[in-house]
C-alpha cells in the first residue's frame, strides 16, 4: 500500500507561482508513474500531468502546458509540480497519483493522495 502526502497548496494572486511536493511512503516509488489531478467545485476530475518512472517522459493538459512543470527526485520519493503564471481557473483540490501507467490514472486507478487546495485570486 503506498501512501502519498500532498503539500504546498495555498493562496495565492493571479500571476504567481506555486511549488506542490507529494511524497510516497514506499521505496518502490521509482517504479510508478506519478500524476498531478485537481478538481475544482462543482466540475469532475481533471487530468493536469504525468511523469514516468525515470522522468524522461511528462504529459501536460492543455490548459497548463508551458505553465505548469513536472519533475520527480527518486531518491526522496517525491514528485513535484512548479505551477506558473497562475489564474483564477486553476483553482482547486490538487491530488496526487501512482499507477502503473497514465491511462491507469486517468481511470481512476492506482493510489491517491487526500489533496492539497489551490486558491488563486484575481
Known amino acids: 500500500q503506498v501512501q502519498l502526502v500532498e503539500s504546498g497548496g495555498g493562496l495565492v494572486q493571479a500571476g504567481g507561482s506555486l511549488r506542490l511536493s507529494c511524497t510516497a511512503s514506499e521505496r518502490a516509488f521509482n517504479s510508478y508513474v506519478m500524476g498531478w489531478f485537481r478538481q475544482a467545485p462543482g466540475k469532475e476530475r481533471e487530468f493536469v500531468t504525468a511523469?514516468?518512472?525515470?522522468?524522461?517522459?511528462?504529459n501536460y493538459a492543455d490548459s497548463v502546458k508551458g505553465r505548469f512543470t513536472v519533475s520527480r527526485d527518486n531518491a526522496k520519493n517525491t514528485v513535484y509540480l512548479q505551477m506558473n503564471s497562475l489564474n483564477p481557473e486553476d483553482t482547486a483540490v490538487y491530488s496526487c497519483a501512482a499507477g502503473p501507467s497514465v491511462a491507469a490514472l486517468i481511470g481512476g486507478s492506482g493510489y491517491w493522495g487526500q489533496g492539497t487546495q489551490v486558491t488563486v485570486s484575481s
Open positions: 511523469i514516468n518512472w525515470s522522468g524522461s517522459i511528462t
